[in-house]
């Protein structure tokens, strides 16, 4: 029977050993055989690594089954790996599809705006804010001034509230995230009527169409030419 022999090193080790060189002393083919070592283990550790991009749900994440942050609050940045760790600001808008959030004077980053030689601008460079992560900020407490966690009671009355875990502190929603957000609002004074009475005048003349015109011409002219043979048999 054939005799196997097995090793209980890894697979990594096994391919990364090789031949000693015999013309290098002893020392260099031991710091030569480390680094290759390494070397080649970093690179198995990168084949074997999954593709994150293709695993199923990895680029989506599912959205919050509740949004506890609205347009209006004040936030905090919790995340210690963003470079606005511990900043705070309110909350200008909440963009729910892509599950992101720009607060107010947090992010901010250069935006190039390009010159307009017929408006005569000039280009130039400026700041603006930057979306950030929804899973990155949770709202200040009122009463401490630190982030918190919340979650929702009911009042007497039946009205739903947020209350924070930190103090127990009812955390209101604020009065702007009720207010719609008025964009192009164009205000036209020549169209607006001043006097009580003429809503109801009639200020609309019927008019009919060119087509409507030169059919009814055609018509006149068919009748015009059967009454005319009519008469001359």
């Known amino acids: 029977r054939p005799s196997f022999i097995f090793s209980a090193l890894p697979i990594c080790q096994l391919l990364s050993s090789g031949p000693p060189n015999p013309t290098l002393p002893k020392s260099a083919t031991n710091k030569n055989s480390a680094t290759m070592s390494s070397g080649r283990i970093k690179l198995m550790n990168m084949l074997m690594r999954p593709n994150r991009s293709k695993l199923k749900g990895y680029q989506k994440q599912p959205p919050p089954k509740r949004w506890n942050i609205v347009r209006g609050d004040t936030v905090q940045v919790i995340d210690r790996k963003h470079p606005e760790f511990g900043k705070q600001g309110k909350v200008q808008v909440v963009i729910r599809e892509k599950m992101r959030v720009i607060v107010e004077d947090v992010n901010l980053g250069p935006r190039r705006i390009k010159a307009d030689p017929e408006r005569g601008t000039k280009g130039e460079t400026i700041m603006t804010e930057r979306s950030i992560h929804y899973s990155n900020l949770n709202l200040v407490d009122p ?90 048999e």
């Open 143 to 232: 009463v401490t001034g630190f982030p918190t966690k919340v979650t929702y009671s009911y009042l007497e009355d039946g009205k739903k509230v947020r209350i924070s875990k930190r103090s127990g502190a009812i955390i209101p929603k604020p009065d702007v995230w009720k207010q719609e957000k008025m964009t192009n609002l164009i205000a036209s004074e020549d169209s607006d009527t001043i006097v009580d009475d003429d809503v109801w005048g009639v200020t609309y003349e019927e008019r009919t169409s060119k087509w409507e015109d030169m059919r009814q011409e055609l018509l006149r002219t068919i009748e015009d030419n059967e009454k005319k043979s009519g008469i001359e």
